[in-house]
């Protein structure tokens, strides 16, 4: 579910525990995602493969030095602020339960 997926990096993002093992555990019970599942992914050749293909990806998009973060919508670099990324989010048409909360405006054509 997108919305649980969206609400679990947000709390990932907000890290308050001490571990990123133990952040995840936390935010996966806070948002109803099985632990285990998860956990397993990560451990597994599922989880290895999903970081190769990210950082895969990273690189192409990212080639040479850069910076953390650096966030992307649709191919385009966002502020990495919650708000310019949360709007880039929203217009790029995300079903994030935050984007219903957002107005966006759209030009009229005269």
Not at 45 to 50: C, K, N, Q, V
């Amino acid at each position: 579910d997108e919305d649980c997926s969206v609400d679990y990096l947000v709390c990932m993002d907000e890290g308050r525990a001490t571990t990123a093992e133990k952040e995840g555990e936390a935010c996966c019970e806070s948002t109803g995602i099985d632990y285990t599942t998860v956990k397993s992914c990560f451990d597994g050749d599922r989880g290895t493969e999903l970081l190769q293909v990210a950082a895969d990806t990273f690189n192409a998009a990212l080639p040479g030095s850069t910076y953390i973060p650096n966030t992307m919508v649709e191919g385009t670099t966002i502020d990495s602020n919650y708000n310019a990324l949360e709007a880039a989010m929203c217009s790029a048409g995300s079903a994030a339960s935050v984007c219903s909360k957002i107005k966006t405006h759209t030009k009229c054509a005269i």
